[in-house]
C-alpha cells in the first residue's frame, strides 16, 4: 500500500486505482421460480455465463490499469483466526435466523470440513437440505420448515458490491440495507474492515454502520467532488440516513460541503440513484428522462453552530448541479436520447449506470446500442461489456463495482 491511503475516493470520475468485485457463484444456482422475488431477481441467470460476462468486465478493468479486488477473497483472507472464523460463523447463522438445533448442527458439521475460501462462498451461496450429511429434522423449528428446500438462503446479489458497503472520501458506510434478503452482505464488509491485514490498521472511518435503524444503499451514494456528495432519497436510502450521513461527515472535517439529497421515485425501475444518474466527465451525466426535472433536491451544508443547514431546492437537474459543482454549464446525455420507447428499454437494462474509469472513459454493457452511439457522439470513450446475463439483477456496471482508490479528478 505505500503511502497511499486504504481508502480514498473523492470523485466519480478520477482515473481508478483499486475496485472491490464479487465474481457470481453458486448463489445464482439456487434461485428458483418460486423464491425469484423473495431474492428480488426478475428472472434466473444463466452461471456458467454470468461468470464468463463477470469474467471479462474484470479483464477490462485490469487491462486498464486497475487493481481487482474480489469481496469473497478478502472475506477469506479475514477469518484466518480461529477464533474469527468461529465468530463469523456464529453471527452468519444468528443473522440467517437459523434457529433449528438439528441445522444449526449439521450446518456446522458441513463447515468444519471447509477450509476458509469454501466457507465463504458456500455461505454467499446458501445451504440446500440435500446437501447436508445425516440431515434430521429434530426440534419444532426444523420440521417447521420442512417443506423449504435451502437450511441457508443465498446472497444472490452480492455481485452488486456497490451497495452492502460504499466509499466516500478516506471513509466508509456499511449499510443497512433496506431488504432482510441483502442485510448480511453487510457481515463481510464489517470482518473485513476490522480483520484484513490490509484494512485493520489502516484507521478507515466507518461515517454508518450496520447497525444503524433507518437504510441506505450504496448505489445511492454518489461523490461528485471533493466538495460535493449525492445521496438518492429512493426506494432503498431514508431520508434520515442521508442526515445522520452528513453530520458525521462534517463532524469529522472531510472535505465535503454540501451533501445533495435527491428525492427520486421510489420504484424498482428507479431503485437507486446511479440507476437513472451516473458521473462520466467533469461535466458530463448519464440520466433517466424521468428525473431530468424540475425535481427536489435538499442542500445540506454545516451551520455556524454545528447544526445542519436544510435548504429545499426546486430546479432542473442541469441547473442544480451546474450550481453546486461552481460549473458554467453541464450537459445531460439521456438514456436512449430520450425517446419513450427505447429510454425505458434501456433504462431497464441499466443504460444509465456507467462505471467511470477515467474522466470522459466507462464501462457500459453493450445490449444498450441507442445509448452507447449516443455517448460516442459526446467523445466519451467507451468500453462495451455483455451483460446479457448480469442485468437480470437489475444492475450495471456502477452497481458491480466498489471503487477503493481513485486518483483526484
Given at each position: 500500500?505505500?503511502?497511499?491511503?486504504?481508502?480514498?475516493?473523492?470523485?466519480?470520475?478520477?482515473?481508478?486505482?483499486?475496485?472491490?468485485?464479487?465474481?457470481?457463484?453458486?448463489?445464482?444456482?439456487?434461485?428458483?421460480?418460486?423464491?425469484?422475488?423473495?431474492?428480488?431477481?426478475?428472472?434466473?441467470?444463466?452461471?456458467?455465463?454470468a461468470?464468463?460476462e463477470?469474467?471479462?468486465f474484470?479483464?477490462?478493468?485490469?487491462?486498464?490499469g486497475?487493481e481487482?479486488?474480489?469481496?469473497?477473497?478478502?472475506?477469506?483472507?479475514?477469518?484466518?483466526d480461529?477464533?474469527?472464523?468461529?465468530?463469523?460463523?456464529?453471527?452468519?447463522?444468528?443473522?440467517?435466523?437459523?434457529?433449528?438445533?438439528?441445522?444449526?448442527?449439521?450446518?456446522?458439521?458441513?463447515?468444519?470440513?471447509?477450509?476458509?475460501?469454501?466457507?465463504?462462498?458456500?455461505?454467499?451461496?446458501?445451504?440446500?437440505k440435500?446437501?447436508?450429511?445425516?440431515?434430521?429434522?429434530?426440534?419444532?423449528?426444523?420440521?417447521?420448515?420442512?417443506?423449504?428446500?435451502?437450511?441457508?438462503?443465498?446472497?444472490?446479489?452480492?455481485?452488486?458490491t456497490?451497495?452492502?458497503?460504499a466509499?466516500?472520501?478516506?471513509?466508509?458506510?456499511?449499510?443497512?440495507?433496506?431488504?432482510?434478503?441483502?442485510?448480511?452482505?453487510?457481515?463481510?464488509?464489517?470482518?473485513?474492515?476490522?480483520?484484513?491485514?490490509?484494512?485493520?490498521?489502516?484507521?478507515?472511518p466507518?461515517?454508518?454502520?450496520?447497525?444503524?435503524?433507518?437504510?441506505i444503499?450504496?448505489?445511492?451514494?454518489?461523490?461528485?467532488?471533493?466538495?460535493?456528495?449525492?445521496?438518492?432519497?429512493?426506494?432503498?436510502?431514508?431520508?434520515?440516513?442521508?442526515?445522520?450521513?452528513?453530520?458525521?461527515?462534517?463532524?469529522?472535517?472531510?472535505?465535503?460541503?454540501?451533501?445533495?439529497?435527491?428525492?427520486?421515485?421510489?420504484?424498482?425501475?428507479?431503485?437507486?440513484?446511479?440507476?437513472?444518474?451516473?458521473?462520466?466527465?467533469?461535466?458530463?451525466?448519464?440520466?433517466?428522462?424521468?428525473?431530468?426535472?424540475?425535481?427536489t433536491?435538499?442542500?445540506?451544508?454545516?451551520?455556524?453552530?454545528?447544526?445542519?443547514?436544510?435548504e429545499?431546492?426546486?430546479?432542473?437537474?442541469?441547473?442544480?448541479?451546474?450550481?453546486?459543482?461552481?460549473?458554467?454549464?453541464?450537459?445531460?446525455?439521456?438514456?436512449?436520447?430520450?425517446?419513450?420507447i427505447?429510454?425505458a428499454?434501456?433504462?431497464?437494462n441499466?443504460?444509465?449506470?456507467?462505471?467511470?474509469?477515467?474522466?470522459?472513459?466507462?464501462?457500459?454493457?453493450a445490449?444498450n446500442?441507442?445509448t452507447?452511439?449516443?455517448?460516442?457522439?459526446?467523445?466519451?470513450?467507451?468500453?462495451?461489456v455483455?451483460?446479457?446475463?448480469?442485468?437480470?439483477?437489475?444492475?450495471?456496471?456502477?452497481?458491480?463495482?466498489?471503487?477503493?482508490?481513485?486518483?483526484?479528478?
Amino acid at each position: 500500500m505505500s503511502n497511499e491511503k486504504a481508502i480514498d475516493v473523492t470523485s466519480e470520475i478520477g482515473k481508478l486505482k483499486t475496485v472491490l468485485l464479487h465474481r457470481p457463484g453458486r448463489e445464482l444456482e439456487n434461485i428458483t421460480p418460486d423464491f425469484m422475488e423473495r431474492l428480488l431477481f426478475d428472472d434466473i441467470p444463466d452461471l456458467e455465463a454470468a461468470r464468463k460476462e463477470h469474467d471479462a468486465f474484470a479483464q477490462v478493468l485490469k487491462d486498464n490499469g486497475v487493481e481487482v479486488l474480489y469481496l469473497e477473497e478478502l472475506a477469506a483472507e479475514s477469518i484466518e483466526d480461529k477464533e474469527v472464523r468461529q465468530k463469523f460463523i456464529e453471527q452468519f447463522l444468528e443473522e440467517a435466523h437459523v434457529s433449528g438445533e438439528g441445522t444449526i448442527k449439521a450446518l456446522k458439521d458441513h463447515f468444519s470440513d471447509l477450509d476458509n475460501k469454501e466457507l465463504i462462498d458456500t455461505l454467499m451461496a446458501g445451504v440446500r437440505k440435500t446437501e447436508l450429511k445425516d440431515y434430521k429434522a429434530e426440534s419444532l423449528a426444523d420440521m417447521a420448515s420442512s417443506d423449504y428446500p435451502l437450511v441457508l438462503d443465498p446472497l444472490t446479489n452480492l455481485y452488486f458490491t456497490r451497495d452492502p458497503f460504499a466509499t466516500i472520501g478516506t471513509g466508509i458506510t456499511i449499510n443497512q440495507m433496506r431488504t432482510e434478503t441483502r442485510n448480511r452482505e453487510t457481515i463481510f464488509a464489517e470482518y473485513i474492515f476490522k480483520y484484513h491485514p490490509r484494512f485493520k490498521d489502516a484507521g478507515v472511518p466507518i461515517w454508518l454502520n450496520r447497525d444503524e435503524k433507518t437504510s441506505i444503499e450504496g448505489g445511492d451514494e454518489l461523490v461528485l467532488s471533493e466538495k460535493v456528495l449525492a445521496v438518492g432519497i429512493s426506494q432503498r436510502t431514508d431520508a434520515a440516513s442521508v442526515e445522520k450521513l452528513a453530520k458525521r461527515l462534517f463532524e469529522n472535517n472531510e472535505s465535503f460541503e454540501t451533501i445533495l439529497a435527491f428525492d427520486i421515485p421510489k420504484s424498482r425501475a428507479f431503485m437507486h440513484l446511479d440507476t437513472v444518474f451516473t458521473m462520466i466527465d467533469h461535466d458530463k451525466f448519464t440520466i433517466h428522462p424521468g428525473i431530468e426535472g424540475p425535481l427536489t433536491v435538499f442542500s445540506i451544508t454545516k451551520g455556524k453552530d454545528g447544526d445542519l443547514e436544510i435548504e429545499r431546492e426546486r430546479d432542473t437537474l442541469e441547473h442544480l448541479l451546474a450550481k453546486h459543482l461552481e460549473l458554467d454549464n453541464v450537459e445531460l446525455i439521456r438514456c436512449a436520447g430520450g425517446d419513450p420507447i427505447d429510454a425505458a428499454r434501456e433504462q431497464w437494462n441499466d443504460g444509465s449506470n456507467t462505471l467511470t474509469i477515467a474522466p470522459g472513459e466507462v464501462v457500459v454493457y453493450a445490449r444498450n446500442h441507442v445509448t452507447n452511439r449516443i455517448l460516442e457522439e459526446k467523445g466519451i470513450k467507451l468500453h462495451k461489456v455483455e451483460g446479457t446475463e448480469l442485468v437480470r439483477g437489475r444492475g450495471g456496471p456502477r452497481c458491480m463495482s466498489m471503487p477503493l482508490i481513485r486518483e483526484k479528478a
